[in-house]
Structures are given as structure tokens and as C-alpha cells.
């Protein structure tokens, strides 16, 4: 297996550990959904695109091909992450009010269960993410894999 996906694929599971540890810290519970759950602090997906990019850039170098695809992949994801999925949420918000309304007229089996409301990333979370990618991609290629 190759450095760069090694090192995209330890970032994205450092990012999704760390979900658990500051859930640890804010709750005072241990919630190991967190490892594969989307949504939260940091944005895991934010870390492995720019843990990928950044890899190619050292790998392949700025000028390359490979490394404009990563870059390219990396922002769509991150816009993604803080704008689309971020409205998804707030609208499961909304719809699980409404739900929760009918539920008070109507017997809780012919219900759905609640939408997840905690899908997509604030800015911050998403800005988080990219520099836990390209530290950790940084790491990576100076001390593990020079």
C-alpha cells in the first residue's frame, strides 16, 4: 500500500478518534460511534482529502497532475462538508419538529425514526480538518516515511 494512502487513511482515522476524545471531554461519556459517525469536531473527511493532497504534493510535487486533482477533490469535499451537508442538518432539524408534532396525533409505529440532525461541519471544524490533514501528511513523509 502505497505512503500516500497510508497516510490520507491514518489521518482520516486520527480525525474520527478524536471525535471520541472531545465527546469524552463534553459529555463525560465515551460514545465509540463517533469513530465512524460523519458530522463533529474535526472534519474527518476534511482531513484525509487534504492528508491526500498534501501527500501528492510531496510526492508528485506542486506541478503535477495528480497533485491538481487532489487539490480539486479536497475543496469540493471541504465546501461540501461546511455547505450542503451543513443544510441537510439543519433542515433534519426542522423536519424532526414536524415529525415530533404528528407523533403527538398519530401512533409512534407509523413514524419513521428522527433524522440525523448532525450530518455536516461548521467552517471551523472543516478548517480544523485540513490542517490535522496536512500536519499529519507532513509527519508522515518527514519522520515515518522520508
Same mark, same amino acid.
Given at each position: ?10 489521518? $482520516?482515522?486520527?480525525? %474520527? ?22 458530522? @463533529? ?19 508528485? #510535487? ?5 497533485? @491538481? ?13 461546511? #455547505?450542503?451537508?451543513?443544510?441537510? #442538518?439543519? %433542515? ?27 450530518? @455536516? ?7 480544523? #480538518?485540513?490542517?490535522? @490533514?496536512?500536519?499529519?501528511? $507532513? ?8
Amino acid at each position: 500500500m502505497s505512503n500516500v494512502l497510508l497516510a490520507s487513511i491514518c489521518a $482520516w482515522a486520527l480525525a %474520527q478518534l478524536l471525535k471520541v476524545f472531545f465527546a469524552l471531554i463534553g459529555k463525560r461519556q465515551i460514545d465509540l460511534h463517533l469513530i465512524v459517525s460523519t458530522g @463533529g469536531m474535526p472534519s474527518a473527511h476534511s482531513t484525509m482529502v487534504c492528508a491526500l493532497a498534501t501527500s501528492v504534493a510531496i510526492v508528485e #510535487g506542486l506541478d503535477s497532475v495528480a497533485f @491538481g486533482i487532489a487539490a480539486i477533490l479536497a475543496m469540493v469535499v471541504m465546501y461540501d462538508a461546511a #455547505g450542503v451537508r451543513s443544510w441537510v #442538518g439543519k %433542515q433534519s432539524v426542522v423536519l424532526n419538529r414536524i415529525v415530533k408534532e404528528i407523533r403527538t396525533r398519530r401512533p409512534l409505529f407509523e413514524l419513521e425514526r428522527d433524522l440525523r440532525e448532525f450530518i @455536516g461541519h461548521t467552517p471551523f471544524e472543516v478548517i480544523i #480538518g485540513a490542517l490535522l @490533514g496536512i500536519t499529519i501528511a $507532513w509527519l508522515w513523509f518527514t519522520m515515518i516515511a522520508p
